[in-house]
C-alpha cells in the first residue's frame, strides 16, 4: 500500500537561511503532490501543489519540487523567519479507488531568531 | 472570509458515551472530508462525500463509527459507543473537486478526550 515518509525529527534552523523539508513516498506514482502547513491547535493549511508534469513550483519564499523517478518532492522556505515555525505536511492523492488525499505524518520545522 | 466551522471544540466524554461532532462546510464546496489526527497515526482518513454522497468510509471502524450528510451545509460525525482509543482531534475539510484536484480548506478541529 502506499506509504509517505517525511522526516519526523524537528528540523531546526536559524533565522534567514534556507530550510528544506523532503517528502519521500513508495508503491505508486500520483499525478500531483501538495503541501501543508499546520499550526499547534489549528487545522492544515493549503500552500502549494505540484504536478507529475511540473519540475518546480514557486510562491514567495516557497519553493516545491517534485521528482518522479526518485519519488520525492522537497520543499524550501529561502530566507526563513521565526513566522515560518510549524508542522509542514505533504499529501498525496490515494492510489485508484481511494482518491482522498494521504498525508505524511509532517515536519516540525523551528526557526531560530 | 469563507471557512470550515466545526463543532465542538473541546469535548470530554465518558467511555461508553455518544459523541457527535458537526461540521459546516465552505458554501458551494462540493466534498467533505473526516480525518482523525493523532500523535502515533498522523492524519487519518475515516470518510468523504461528494456531493453528499459518501466515497468512502473505508478508514472508520464500522461497528462504532457513522458519518452524514444531511443537507449540504452540514456533516456528521458521530462515535457510539465511545472508547478511550477514540482520542483524538477530527478534522472536517471541504474542497470544490474539479477533475481529480482541489486544495483542502480545514476546519480548526474537534479535540476529542475519552476518559
Known amino acids: 500500500s502506499q506509504k509517505i515518509e517525511q522526516n519526523s525529527e524537528a528540523l531546526n534552523i536559524q533565522e534567514g537561511k534556507t530550510a528544506t523539508l523532503t517528502c519521500n513516498y513508495t508503491n505508486y506514482s500520483p499525478a500531483y503532490l501538495q503541501w501543508y502547513r499546520q499550526d499547534p491547535g489549528r487545522g492544515p493549511v493549503f500552500l502549494l501543489l505540484?504536478?507529475?508534469?511540473?519540475k518546480e513550483k514557486r510562491k514567495e519564499r516557497l519553493k516545491v519540487t517534485f521528482d518522479t523517478t526518485l519519488k520525492q518532492s522537497l520543499f524550501h522556505i529561502t530566507a526563513s523567519q521565526p513566522a515560518d515555525s510549524a508542522t509542514y505536511l505533504c499529501?498525496?492523492?490515494?492510489?485508484?479507488?481511494?482518491?482522498?488525499?494521504?498525508f505524511g505524518s509532517g515536519t516540525r520545522l523551528q526557526v531560530q531568531p | 472570509d469563507a471557512r470550515v466551522t466545526q463543532t465542538p471544540r473541546d469535548k470530554v466524554t465518558e467511555m461508553g458515551q455518544e459523541v457527535t461532532m458537526r461540521c459546516q462546510p465552505i458554501l458551494g464546496h462540493n466534498t467533505v472530508f473526516w480525518y482523525r489526527q493523532t500523535m502515533m497515526q498522523g492524519l487519518e482518513l475515516l470518510a468523504y462525500?461528494?456531493?453528499?454522497?459518501?466515497?468512502?468510509d473505508s478508514g472508520m471502524p464500522k461497528d462504532r463509527f457513522s458519518a452524514e450528510m444531511p443537507d449540504a451545509t452540514l456533516a456528521t460525525l458521530k462515535i457510539q459507543p465511545s472508547e478511550p482509543r477514540d482520542s483524538a482531534v477530527y478534522f472536517c475539510a471541504s474542497a470544490l473537486i474539479t477533475g481529480a484536484v482541489g486544495e483542502l480548506f480545514f476546519g480548526e478541529g474537534s479535540r476529542l478526550t475519552v476518559l
Open positions: 462525500f461528494r456531493n453528499r454522497a459518501p466515497l468512502d
Open positions: 499529501a498525496l492523492p490515494g492510489e485508484a479507488g481511494r482518491r482522498a488525499l494521504t
Open positions: 505540484i504536478r507529475e508534469n511540473e
